[in-house]
């Protein structure tokens, strides 16, 4: 894929509309990957992408519509044709009752940059550690599997009101399991980076061999309530789903856990916790950063709506001192609720701190019995109302006593609602940069403390290992 001049095509694209109004949002990415098994490199691959979305609108007699058009783009023709489309579809589709004047603005001053790209190169330290890693693993006999990926993605908005953004988004996870020549001892660790220089692989290779240790004695334990510390990726991969879920329109409707005691109120207000945790998203946070405007190629029902492409987007502290402060509006919603000031709009990060100072060494040598269950799979969601969620644990449940891991434990399936989980949580540790289990295929960034839960429910003894 060349580095030419998309900004020329989008410019094109929005004077060629002839639609009441126009928004095009290209997106190209640039991504290599590098896989690996049994302590040897199985596969490395590189990938380019590029996508437009054209929006369209119309105006109607009830109202104001819009379409909108995605497809593969190759050249300026593509993103002609898709201008075309969105034009034609716009005035067949119903009134928007999320219709608002599009975003104004300056253009940025890199508009007229190209895609920022990233190559093999980018993985030449990793493969070096890895390496390391695989002989240190070999000898020691056990064996490394796993997965590492780096993406950049450039984002470009034009609209027909004046407004060019650009902005790039960076992508980068690795996760390593490590197994015990039986299988069924198995240990997982993951890291996010936004640029792969920041990866300690010797020191994730040192807590696998640790969790691998631990694993050396195995405990059959049965279904229950048990005291529970949760790490800061198992924290993260339940809070995100309450993240995912704070639509303030179904919270008004009664669809979701935010809904108040009557119809068409939210438990904004309401404490959640009585631990101080605040649960944040912040596009500018130094070690996250996400486009700090909306990019929404499409709508979500009461959750995103394409007219509020271009929104600037700032920090929003979502529960603060354990209190819910926001759900997430769109423009036209938040304005119906009478708000001011900025768009409550979800980032793709999540930043959770309840000012605890403990790491979880310290936590496990608080506990007198307990569990440590190290990471979540296979979530799904039981009851919105409730946002009970039930999942299955993997690759690391380990007892603790007196202090100390003594054994790793069978897995089990937990019903558990995050919001539950504020509710009765204990203590907070030190916030940490983590990357979730579940979920970090789509949401790699984040801040979270591990949580200690006095009666976290295992419902069931999984056989699974």
């Not at 009557?262 to 130094?286: C, K, M, N, V």
């Amino acid at each position: 894929m060349n580095d030419i001049a998309v900004s020329s095509w989008v410019e094109q694209a929005v004077a060629a509309s002839t639609a009441r109004e126009c928004t095009v949002i290209v997106q190209e990415s640039h991504e290599v990957n590098l896989r690996w098994a049994a302590n040897a490199l199985t596969t490395n691959g590189s990938m380019s992408q590029r996508t437009a979305t054209v929006i369209s609108t119309a105006e109607l007699a009830d109202g104001v519509s819009a379409a909108s058009v995605t497809g593969p783009l190759a050249t300026a023709e593509d993103l002609l044709e898709l201008v075309r489309q969105a034009d034609a579809a716009a005035p067949g589709a119903p009134a928007d009752d999320e219709a608002q004047p599009l975003v104004s603005g300056q253009a940025d001053e890199d508009f007229d940059h190209p895609a920022y790209r990233v190559g093999p190169e980018d993985f030449s330290g990793l493969a070096l550690d890895l390496g390391t890693a695989f002989e240190r693993a070999a000898a020691a006999g056990h064996l490394l599997f796993g997965f590492a990926e780096y993406r950049r993605t450039t984002t470009w908005l034009a609209n027909s009101a004046g407004l060019r953004r650009r902005a790039v988004e960076p992508m980068g996870r690795l996760e390593v399991n490590a197994k015990a020549p039986d299988l069924i001892n198995s240990a997982w660790v993951g890291a996010q980076s936004t640029d792969f220089t920041d990866v300690d692989v010797p020191a994730m290779h040192d807590e696998l061999e640790k969790r691998l240790g631990w694993g050396s004695t195995r405990v059959d334990l049965p279904a229950g309530e048990y005291e529970t510390i949760l790490p800061p990726g198992a924290v993260v991969d339940l809070l995100v789903y309450a993240y995912w879920t704070m639509s303030a329109r179904d919270a008004e409707q009664g669809q979701n856990v935010y809904a108040g005691a009557e119809r068409g109120t939210t438990r904004i207000g309401e404490q959640l916790s009585t631990l101080p945790i605040t649960i944040a998203s912040d596009p500018e946070h130094q070690q996250f950063q996400q486009p700090p405007f909306v990019i929404l190629p499409s709508s979500a029902p009461g959750l995103a709506s394409v007219f509020d492409n271009g929104v600037p987007v700032g920090r929003v502290d979502w529960v603060k001192d354990g209190v819910l402060r926001n759900l997430v509006r769109t423009r036209a919603g938040f304005a119906r609720s009478g708000g001011t000031g900025d768009l409550p709009f979800p980032s793709e990060n999540l930043l959770v701190d309840a000012g605890g100072t403990a790491d979880l060494d310290e936590m496990i040598a608080g506990t007198k019995r307990g569990l440590l269950l190290t990471c979540l799979w296979y979530i799904r969601e039981v009851d919105p109302q409730t946002l009970l969620l039930t999942g299955l644990t993997r690759d690391g449940v380990y007892l603790i006593e007196e202090g100390r891991v003594t054994a790793a434990v069978n897995n089990f399936r937990f019903n558990e609602s995050p919001i539950g989980l504020l509710r009765r949580a204990t203590e907070a540790g030190r916030s940490e940069h983590t990357l979730c289990r579940e979920w970090n295929d789509w949401f790699t960034c984040s801040l979270a403390p591990a949580l200690r839960i006095p009666d976290f429910r295992m419902s069931t003894v999984s056989q699974a290992y």
